[in-house]
């Protein structure tokens, strides 16, 4: 696209030399501007609504992306015990031995989950996951924090853990 613009802007002013300060949709110096984010999302995606979301003239080019893949670029406490899918980043300290559920998976949605165990040693159930030939992970003992992924693929989580 910014070859496009270039090429644009080269016949525009008669085969180049341009210079200077950019402005309007376009941020940078001549001969090789830029065009802002707020010119992408506010006269091409603004409106857009995916499950993650409606796309507004405020977000930027990547939360505009992750809205049009279905993952909203957030984050949230996990409150109970249930992993919402339409949150793309979760966290929870263990307070109790837990069972986890999740809502809203669908195909093609990738979601991180970091569970924070303490001296307490909880342990962690998880809903059906195919974790492959190793199984289910058990939750690191002492306050130490595990990164799970999840990614569904034809109605199956595939789980893996960083311990």
Do not use: E
């Amino acid at each position: 696209m910014t070859k496009l613009i270039k090429k644009a802007l080269l016949s525009v002013s008669g085969g180049g030399g341009a210079s200077g300060a950019a402005g309007g949709d376009l941020s940078g110096t001549f001969p090789n501007p830029s065009i802002t984010n707020a010119a992408v999302i506010a006269k091409v995606l603004t409106g857009y609504t995916s499950s993650a979301g409606t796309i507004s003239s405020t977000d930027s080019i990547l939360t505009a992306i992750q809205k049009l893949n279905g993952n909203a670029g957030n984050q949230a406490i996990i409150s109970a015990s249930a992993i919402d899918w339409n949150v793309t980043h979760s966290y929870k300290t263990l307070s109790a031995n837990t069972t986890f559920t999740f809502s809203n998976a669908a195909d093609a949605k990738t979601i991180i989950v970091a569970i924070t165990n303490t001296v307490s040693n909880y342990t962690v159930t998880w809903p059906t996951v195919n974790w492959g030939a190793a199984g289910a992970p058990t939750q690191s003992v002492g306050a130490n924090t595990d990164i799970y992924t999840f990614v569904q693929i034809n109605s199956i989580i595939y789980g893996a853990v960083r311990q």
